[in-house]
């Protein structure tokens, strides 16, 4: 993914971009206010360790996950992730195939509200149809459904899911 910039939509001032190492510990403090400050977690280690573990995380991974971010002012403030799994080709392609995952969608409280979160997606599903992605798929929050519905998202019957075992 490249620097293109996603630019429409209801706040001017946000700027939609894929994301670049240096935003990394920014997106890892998005995560942990996410997750420990509004969720509740026990974190399982420093804030500083978790910064490097989403920066060598992105570095290791940059052909199986592409960050979008949310900037306003130099300051990233949402952030939202596209997971790529290659598939086995088949007869009528032969070539690369792809699924994705939305992944990690999260928005500031400061920018919510404000359809920052439906940019960020929006950005993900552009890279997803870039890359030839045969289906994008998401697990959506409750509060996320109806975002997604209006993107395009929809319910898939055969779709499953099992949990790991104790």
Avoid: K
């Avoid at 997106?27 to 420093?46: F, H, I, M, N």
Wanted: hydrophobic share 40%.
């Amino acid at each position: 993914m490249d620097a293109t910039t996603w630019q429409a939509g209801a706040v001017d001032d946000v700027v939609i971009r894929a994301s670049r190492p240096e935003d990394m510990p920014a997106v890892a403090d998005l995560r942990w206010r996410w997750s420990v400050d509004e969720g509740g977690a026990t974190p399982a280690t420093t804030i500083e360790a978790y910064r490097d573990a989403m920066t060598t995380f992105a570095a290791a991974h940059p052909d199986t996950h592409r960050c979008v971010v949310a900037e306003r002012g130099g300051r990233v403030l949402g952030m939202a992730w596209l997971g790529l799994v290659a598939r086995p080709p088949t007869p009528d392609r032969p070539g690369l195939r792809l699924t994705a995952d939305v992944q990690t969608v999260y928005v500031h409280p400061d920018l919510r509200g404000l359809g920052v979160a439906g940019r960020l997606v929006t950005a993900l599903l552009d890279v997803a149809d870039q890359l030839g992605v045969e289906r994008t798929s998401v697990h959506s929050s409750v509060e996320g459904e109806r975002l997604y519905r209006r993107l395009g998202f929809g319910d898939a019957r055969l779709l499953m899911q099992r949990p790991p075992e104790d």
